[in-house]
């Protein structure tokens, strides 16, 4: 009574310890995908850095062009305010001297006014001669003439000088709005810089908080590669043989290898992941066989993978079947090389009928290739 008991409990914790060591080569599984996750986010978040970075280069290149075209405005608007200043102060002469020559006008013509209301007696008795009288009379006028010429040469200038600062002025309010335009342009550039620069750094910030729960949950990882370390050596009912090396059988007879194992686009979630095995190829219902001696250690369904075979082939290697359309074996059921242990299948996360293979040294996943060439 008491030898069955301790049967019974002993298969009570051998089960206990397969169910134990499948739920954490489960939760293994699943951070292993998270930290596969969180390298893709980084990878991803890498690349927008470096596109902005060179969208920033791009930036300063145009604002370094910017502000040359807005000094080069603003050496022409320098020169066109000079040449103002200098027609300005023309101008100003211009105008003293039309204000002295119209002074010294009128003072002739009121002089030439007075000769003209004198009578003839009175030309004459106050010139030494009749000869002496007219040519004072003549020089007079001439002198008027004279004066009158130029002071419609000094208004033609003073019109001409006018004209001309009026030119600039416009010329000079045509680059004022252009040098205008150009600043508030280069605003717009600076603030696009700015804007991409806080991007950048709030994209470096992420990288640097991924990285660090990325750490976090390689430590989880490792403690819990431990503890299935730990699980396999304490169960008494596990695999009693050893790897020793070698060849393991090709899991599919006349499969195709269609997808390998490594980062790769995910044909369902569309980014790229890590391929934690191989695919292999086959019709519905194809027998897949174990790749050598080993014992179950898990069989049914498994999250994503579908309906699961895991075997323990001793010395910590571990080999998975998944998307399997039925089973064939059985948790604690040892099994041998080339035994049929299910057939291929689509369930689980799959796009068509297909074997997914992995190998894993001590929890860790590792390409199958060279195990099965």
């Not at 409990?9 to 089960?15: A, N, Q, R």
């Not at 293994?28 to 690349?47: F, S, T, W, Y």
């Not at 430590?219 to 819990?224: L, P």
């Not at 027998?287 to 579908?306: L, Q």
């Amino acid at each position: 009574m008491n030898k069955k008991i301790i049967i019974t409990l002993l298969f009570i914790f051998t089960i206990f310890s397969l169910v134990v060591y499948a739920d954490k080569t489960q939760e293994l599984n699943n951070i292993n995908r998270q930290i596969d996750d969180i390298r893709v986010q980084i990878g991803d978040k890498k690349e927008k850095l470096s596109t902005l970075n060179e969208e920033i280069l791009k930036i300063d290149a145009q604002i370094t062009v910017m502000e040359g075209k807005i000094q080069n405005l603003e050496k022409q608007i320098n020169e066109v305010q000079s040449k103002i200043n200098v027609n300005i102060e023309k101008i100003a002469q211009k105008e003293k001297e039309i204000k002295s020559l119209t002074t010294a006008l009128e003072n002739r013509i009121r002089v030439m006014s007075k000769i003209n209301n004198l009578d003839y007696i009175q030309i004459i008795f106050s010139s030494k001669n009749l000869g002496d009288a007219l040519s004072n009379y003549t020089i007079i006028k001439k002198i008027i003439q004279q004066d009158k010429y130029n002071l419609k040469k000094l208004e033609t200038a003073k019109l001409e000088l006018n004209k001309i600062n009026k030119e600039l002025a416009n010329m000079k309010l045509s680059l004022t709005n252009l040098q205008n335009s150009y600043n508030k342009e280069n605003d717009q550039l600076k603030l696009a810089k700015a804007n991409q620069e806080s991007n950048m750094a709030k994209l470096q910030s992420d990288i640097t908080s991924l990285s660090q729960i990325a750490q976090l949950k390689m430590q989880e990882a490792q403690q819990i590669t431990q503890e299935l370390k730990q699980l396999t050596a304490s169960n008494q009912n596990s695999y009693k043989g050893t790897y020793s090396g070698g060849k393991f059988a090709f899991p599919v007879s006349g499969g195709v290898l269609t997808s390998y194992f490594g980062y790769r686009n995910h044909p369902i979630l569309n980014r790229k992941i890590l391929h934690t095995g191989i695919d292999i190829g086959g019709s519905m219902g194809t027998p897949i066989i174990s790749a050598d001696n080993g014992k179950v250690i898990y069989a049914g369904p498994k999250s994503t993978y579908g309906n699961t075979v895991m075997i323990d082939h001793g010395s910590g290697v571990v080999t998975l079947y998944a998307h399997c359309s039925s089973i064939d074996v059985s948790v604690g059921q040892n099994v041998s090389k080339g035994q049929v242990i299910a057939k291929v299948g689509t369930s689980g996360r799959s796009t068509g009928p297909h074997l997914h293979f992995e190998v894993r040294i001590n929890g860790e996943f590792t390409d199958p290739l060279p195990y099965v060439k």
